[in-house]
């Protein structure tokens, strides 16, 4: 990728468990462009590893993104054919199994064999990285460790991109590395060209949220309309030769890209304008300009960098008990007493084992307190004819825990009257700590899938 025609990097999925029918759609714009182009898919959220971790556990070819298949099968063909690389997180706790099944699925597709890295650094779970963890947390580092993660850089991503990968496999990278690097591998840039590389950051800042660029979470009818939520295009970001960027969306798609749909998502997230932290470089966002050039298309510029910081953001997380919660419904004339009631029964029942949530949704779900306790000013009288009953708590012993569902479920004869629709869930409760690690403790880098399938 040395070529200096502008580079096209779309979005089609800025969550784990987004639209499975987003890519087809950028990768047909990709194509009608014929430009240079990538397909990023962000799947990672803080806990998302940790609970990765916990299904790799259970069987060890899992462990990567559950939706893999459903995301790539549609487009994978068409990227492979028209030079489209892939590049995405989706490896989460589990690289190189998601590598062996998309390798599996080329196959199954009749495609010519893609070249697949995988990047690895990311991962501190192991025996030896636990020195390196003791010493960044001391006696704040949980006992039982179910992942461990650094927030790892670009370089990977642009030197397996640079070798020639057409797909690369990341587990947890910053998410606009995504971007970063196939920026960094395509131009060239040197790694302390920090306003270009500030500037591609920003672009995969726009990108990593998926629709939240396009209009999805901006919408709020009558205030701020956009038009056809159900179809909303996904995100493609132009980066020319300086970083510099413009954002738009497939043809056809809905939705819309506006000064404000790019301002909302430039700010997300960002505690400092001036200083925000990626393990590529440190962007300052106060001088940027969003300007509109056409419907739908909106550039982003005057992003400025600094050197990138010496430590990396390392997530670990550990089991905390377990998290059992339970809903029940109560519709008619007195809904909100008979469902309060129904919370102080089970509240009775239960007083004392371990701290006990209570919501009536739709009426102290947000604006009352813990115990149910409505704010000043609040009548009881206007309550809503229609509430739904939630509780919820967390115990370190599954079999205490446990007793909350039964309860909830117990509320269909045991009273008050009315009630109906239970639904009870229990999972694994995952506590969080963060530290900083010097980036140049951690050894990243990429290798290439292993040929052999396993299955």
């Given at each position: ?379 009881l009288a206007q309550a809503p004819h229609d509430v739904r009953l939630r509780m919820a708590w967390q115990h370190a012993d599954r079999a205490t825990a446990e007793r909350l569902p ?50």
């Open positions: 990728m040395t070529t200096h025609k502008p580079l096209l990097i779309g979005c089609a999925a800025g969550f784990s468990g987004d639209r499975v029918d987003a890519a087809g759609p950028v990768v047909q714009e990709l194509v009608r462009r014929g430009q240079p182009a990538v397909l990023i898919f962000e799947t990672l959220a803080e806990r998302t590893l940790a609970l990765a971790q916990l299904a790799r556990r259970q069987n060890p070819e899992a462990g990567f993104e559950p939706l893999l298949l459903d995301f790539l099968t549609p487009v994978l063909a068409d990227c492979l054919a028209h030079g489209i690389r892939i590049v995405s997180n989706f490896g989460a706790a589990n690289p190189q199994s998601a590598a062996r099944a998309i390798a599996r699925l080329a196959r199954e597709l009749g495609t010519r064999p893609p070249k697949i890295a995988v990047v690895h650094g990311d991962d501190l779970s192991g025996p030896a990285q636990r020195g390196l963890l003791e010493q960044a947390l001391g006696e704040q580092l949980p006992a039982s460790i179910v992942s461990a993660n650094a927030y790892i850089g670009a370089r990977p991503i642009a030197e397996a991109l640079a070798a020639g990968a057409d797909i690369v496999v990341c587990g947890r990278v910053a998410d606009p590395s995504l971007v970063v690097g196939p920026a960094m591998a395509h131009y060239g840039w040197a790694w302390d060209d920090w306003d270009r590389i500030a500037r591609a950051t920003m672009a995969g800042h726009l990108l990593e949220c998926g629709t939240q660029v396009t209009g999805g979470y901006f919408a709020d009818p009558g205030y701020k309309d956009v038009p056809g939520l159900d179809r909303l295009g996904y995100p493609i970001a132009e980066i020319d030769a300086d970083g510099d960027c413009t954002i738009f969306k497939p043809q056809g798609t809905g939705g819309c890209v506006t000064p404000q749909t790019v301002k909302e998502q430039l700010l997300y997230e960002i505690h400092d304008p001036a200083c925000y932290l990626t393990p590529d470089v440190v962007a300052d966002i106060t001088e940027a300009d969003v300007a509109q050039l056409a419907p739908d298309r909106v550039r982003l510029t005057g992003v400025r960098g600094h050197a990138r910081p010496e430590t990396l953001k390392v997530n670990v997380c550990h089991a905390t008990g377990w998290f059992a919660e339970g809903e029940i419904s109560y519709a008619g004339p007195r809904a909100a007493e008979r469902a309060r009631l129904a919370a102080q029964t089970i509240a009775a029942r239960l007083h004392g084992i371990a701290a006990l949530r209570s919501d009536l949704i739709g009426v102290t779900s947000v604006w009352g307190d813990d115990a149910s306790r409505w704010l000043a000013g609040a009548d039964r309860e909830i479920n117990a509320l269909y004869c045991c009273g008050p009257a009315g009630g109906g629709g239970v639904r009870t869930a229990m999972r694994q409760r995952l506590g969080m700590v963060s530290c900083s690690v010097a980036q140049s403790q951690i050894a990243t880098g990429f290798a290439w899938a292993k040929e052999q399938d396993h299955g």
